[in-house]
């Protein structure tokens, strides 16, 4: 899990009480320039903002009377509060102010990664535990109350909806994917079929699961949409793998992260032996 | 706007192209132009994935309503950043929605369906 949270700045852009109005088309690019930067914008125009003050800096905007924006000081003495001046400045030199105001502060931006992770649907769970058992990246485990759970969202590969084309129960999406139902969409029960596909990881050891699984699926195929296919998956599955092993560009880390036909194995066997035990719990209480 | 007034959220989806940029776009613009309050963010899933704690000040708001994408997407990264959302929460979709559905939901003075109800 990632959990470095770079956040320095929150930006009010206003025109409440004091300031003057901006021109009708610039709040919301001046907000949009700013929001695909990274940074989140409130919107103040009546009244308080909808959300209370956090631990952020405070970075109001504005225009105001003789281009004087006023000083304001947070009562509590907690946090810092700016105030800057807008009037007449283009979008892109209120972007450069809110940049310079940041300064070097550390930032979390777009464009610099994709939030990529399974999320799971626990109203259509049924806690099989077959994402366990397929994903070889670690992603999921199971938590206390042996309940399955995304638990390793950095483990995930970038552009991978695999395990989510396997689950029986079309209760992985991808909220970052193009198409549904694995972006979130609506299910189209009689599309998804209720083809319980089993995926035993330990068939890579004996060989080839990805000929097993396409005989399986063929039965199946006319119950699945195609978005929603195991042959699908593991050709991304594969694909994944090829990737990480060709590219002579990969940190030494990934690299390392890519299973052996032993590690498989041994993934295999502590994925079911979670699987396994989570379920007993459940069953004996 | 009056405290009773719901808290509105929209989200830009910036960190994937997946959400049409003239949908949100003119939602922005018909957010600013109605002259209300509204928070916005970068990206939901972004912070979800690093499970920010301003989810859990948005999720406790007593009336949300979300500028987003598809609601059981929404409802499950609140839920997976262990924040989950209220019953009454309503998530408008600018994956499939317009604009003009959109802004007239989270500007409408009566209750927005909640989440299940509000898929189109």
Known sequence: ?285 | MPDSSPTLLYCRCAYAQVVPSGVKNEVLQRLCDAGVNFETVSDLCEMAAHRDPRLAALSQCSSLRIAACYPRAVKGLFQQAGTPLSANAAVLNMRNQTAEDIVGQMLALEPVPPTEESQS
């Open chain 1, 1 to 285: 899990m990632i959990t470095h949270i770079h956040r320095p700045l929150r930006v009010v852009l206003y025109e409440g009480q004091g300031a003057i109005p901006l021109h009708a088309e610039a709040p919301a690019k001046v907000m949009a320039a700013l929001l695909d930067k990274g940074y989140a914008v409130t919107r103040a125009a009546n009244g308080a903002p909808a959300m209370p003050h956090d631990d952020r800096n405070l970075l109001l905007l504005g225009s105001f009377p003789e281009q004087k924006a006023p000083e304001i000081e947070d009562a509590e003495g907690q946090i810092k509060i700016d105030t800057r001046d807008i009037t007449g400045l283009a979008t892109e030199d209120i972007v450069s102010l809110v940049e310079k105001t940041r300064g070097d502060k550390p930032m979390n931006e777009p464009g610099k990664w994709k939030p990529w992770f399974p999320v799971i649907d626990y109203s259509r769970c049924t806690n099989c535990m077959q994402c366990l058992s397929f994903c070889l990246f670690d992603v999921y485990g199971v938590s206390e109350d042996n309940k399955i759970q995304v638990q390793n969202n950095d483990n995930c590969k970038t552009n991978c909806p695999a395990c989510s084309r396997v689950c029986p129960e079309v209760a992985i999406m991808f909220p970052k994917y193009q198409a549904g139902p694995i972006n979130g969409d609506e299910i189209n029960e009689a599309e998804a079929g209720r083809e319980k596909i089993k995926v035993d990881i330990s068939s890579l050891l004996g060989g080839d699961i990805y000929s097993a699984l396409k005989d399986r699926s063929a039965a199946a195929k006319s119950r699945f949409g195609k978005e929603r296919s195991p042959d699908k998956a593991l050709d991304e599955r594969k694909k994944c793998l090829t990737k990480l092993v060709g590219d002579g560009f990969i940190p030494a880390d990934v690299l390392a992260s890519l299973p052996s036909p032993d590690e498989i194995l041994r993934k295999a066997e502590v994925a079911k032996a979670r699987a396994a035990t989570a379920l007993a719990n459940i069953a004996a209480s």
